[in-house]
Nanobody, 115 residues
Framework: QGQLVESGGGLVQPGGSLRLSCVASRSISRFRTMAWYRQAPGKERELVARITRDGMTTYADSVKGRFTSSRDNARGTVYLKMNSLKPEDTAVYYC?????????WGRGTQVTVSS
């Protein structure tokens, strides 16, 4: 019902770019906020970017100036454009939707930054 599906991960060299997509099974307008989290091996899941219903965004300090989140309500999709990728960005990236206190998660997409 609240299915979120991520795509767009892969292997990229340092300095490269990727764009992640998160497609919702129903309208994303029902979510108060949508967000991207990531989890690296041996580390806790951390917030990367959050976008509100009206498109306001916030970012983790570690990705400010490099990552950009956007949403296309008509397509039911949220994006995370990642530029100037670093090895420390390597992680599984998860999409999250907050439907007024009820959280939905995707299964994640792997991003690996390596030469």
């Amino acid at each position: 019902q609240g299915q979120l599906v991520e795509s767009g991960g892969g292997l990229v060299q340092p300095g490269g770019s990727l764009r992640l997509s998160c497609v919702a099974s129903r309208s994303i307008s029902r979510f108060r906020t949508m967000a991207w989290y990531r989890q690296a091996p041996g580390k806790e899941r951390e917030l990367v970017a959050r976008i509100t219903r009206d498109g306001m965004t916030t970012y983790a300090d570690s990705v400010k100036g490099r990552f950009t989140s956007s949403r296309d309500n008509a397509r039911g999709t949220v994006y995370l454009k990642m530029n100037s990728l670093k090895p420390e960005d390597t992680a599984v990236y998860y999409c999250n939707g907050d439907e007024w206190g009820v959280n939905y998660w995707g299964r994640g997409t792997q991003v690996t930054v390596s030469s």
